[in-house]
């Protein structure tokens, strides 16, 4: 199976052609903090979802492990929306500072 792998990647290269690798990147595509904290609530509700089934069929310590993975995920994605949020109010902030800056500078210019 490696030989084969290895002999395609190998061709692939020869000719110039990039294999698709399925491996390859993390394909999240939260491109902003609304779908960032969207994907955090998901996860919280597959978080209570899991440990209610698991708990339901009376395999506690598995409904544990999965509740904490879920919720893990969630705080993530809710960080990860709370940055993204926070650096877009940050630049947001920063402009309308210099555009005040600039007219306040022309105002008080004699």
């Known amino acids: 199976m490696k030989k084969r792998i290895v002999t395609i990647v190998m061709l692939s290269v020869m000719f110039g052609v990039m294999p698709t690798l399925t491996f390859s990147a993390q394909s ?4 902003s903090a ?3 904290m969207k994907q955090s609530g998901k996860e919280a509700k597959n978080a209570g979802k899991s440990l209610g089934s698991n708990v339901k069929e009376g395999k506690v310590v598995k409904g544990g492990k999965e509740f904490g993975k879920h919720t893990a995920s969630s705080a993530k994605h809710a960080a990860k929306g709370t940055a993204k949020g926070a650096k877009t109010t940050a630049k947001a902030t920063s402009k309308a500072a210099k555009k005040t800056g600039k007219t306040v500078k022309k105002a008080v210019t004699p």
């Open 28 to 31: 999240n595509t939260n491109k």
């Open 34 to 36: 609304k779908s960032e």
